[in-house]
């Protein structure tokens, strides 16, 4: 078994135009304050990282990461969330999403997808500059606006969508093999990756790629009504990242799992930070020490009542306490008793 490395925390909702959080040494010096030993960073924050450079320059990756080790910090993984979204966008989404986009694609759907594609593989590129094996991302969607089968959808139409969506990433996918880094997709509701079924979907589609993978955030399977924990140990081959994140839903008269429309505050499903939530994190850690969980476990801070510094704050202590310092020995050592095939034998009355 291996012990899980952390705490480490994404730095996406945390940044701001205002200090420590306009760049990236004072967002290194303020989170190795807190305790965390790692961040994932996102990378279409130019504050932080020059995504361009980084897939380009052995001398400016080397930089960043001493920027980092001045204050004992490592580089979890870079984050193209919103690229990765990019990749695939119903026509739906389109204004809603352009914005994610550089300006100068905003408004082009075509151009605004290979803009995607291309950071993407910018991506591919940085983290093997980096030294990085994970990478976190979202697959966008085609048939998100059909999740609810009413009306009854065409035949074909979601298989169609999925075909399509496996066309456009299998590139991708090759791009970050050549560069020896996994994509870990989020599952996430209004991403077709959205559960375990999805991602069995898109896996087949793209021929059981290696470097197809998942990142497990425990709060959107909370809010869907999945097992979590179950989750862990059906998909434990492909999990590759996490993001530790708390969650909470308590269904009245009035409302679901759909919300009713209503502001994150009013909704029976919430993201809480962690610790005021419902999410059990002792059976998560325990899941992710004995299926040898091999990377990061990343605070992602989405909170509606919860300050969001007290959060990283509180949430430095909580994965700390949480993580599994795993044995090196048997419990039960002390009264090991030596055998060997013949005394075996004698003792099941074999011989």
């Not at 939530?277 to 009542?305: K, T, Y």
Request: charge should be negative; hydrophobic fraction near 40%.
């Amino acid at each position: 078994m291996k012990t899980i490395k952390g705490p480490a925390i994404f730095l996406a909702q945390f940044v701001s135009d205002e200090a420590p959080f306009n760049s990236l040494e004072g967002m290194a010096e303020w989170a190795a304050g807190l305790g965390f030993k790692g961040v994932q960073i996102p990378s279409w924050e130019p504050s932080l990282i020059d995504l361009g450079t980084a897939a380009t320059s052995q001398d400016y990756c080397d930089e960043l990461q001493s920027t980092l080790a001045e204050h004992d910090l490592e580089i979890t993984e870079l984050s193209t969330h919103l690229q990765g979204q990019l990749v695939a966008v119903h026509p739906a989404y389109d204004s809603l999403f352009d914005g994610f986009a550089a300006p100068a694609v905003r408004g082009n759907p075509g151009a605004r997808q290979q803009w995607a594609v291309d950071q993407m593989l910018l991506a591919a590129k940085a983290s093997h500059n980096l030294g990085l094996t994970t990478h976190a991302s979202f697959s966008g969607a085609l048939a998100w606006p059909y999740f609810y089968p009413w009306p009854q959808r065409p035949t074909g139409l979601v298989e169609t969508a999925f075909d399509e969506l496996a066309k456009r990433w299998l590139p991708i996918l090759d791009a970050f093999d050549e560069a020896g880094v996994d994509i870990g997709f989020e599952i996430h509701p209004g991403e077709d990756l959205h559960d375990g079924i999805t991602f069995e979907m898109f896996l087949k589609r793209v021929n059981n790629h290696p470097r197809c993978n998942i990142l497990y955030d425990p709060s959107h399977l909370l809010l869907q009504q999945l097992d979590y924990l179950a989750f862990l140990d059906e998909y434990k081959d492909h999990i590759k990242l996490v993001h530790i994140k708390d969650a909470e839903f308590n269904p009245n008269a009035k409302q679901g799992v759909y919300g009713g429309y209503q502001p994150w505050v009013d909704r029976v499903g919430r993201f809480r930070s962690l610790g005021d939530g419902q999410v059990d994190f002792g059976g998560i850690f325990s899941r992710l020490a004995a299926n040898d969980f091999e990377g990061w476990a990343v605070l992602e801070w989405e909170c509606c009542l919860k300050n969001s510094e007290a959060g990283a704050l509180e949430g430095a202590v909580f994965i700390d306490k949480h993580i599994i310092r795993v044995t090196d020995r048997a419990f039960d050592d002390f009264a090991d008793a030596d055998g060997d095939e013949t005394s075996n034998r004698y003792i099941l009355g074999l011989d």
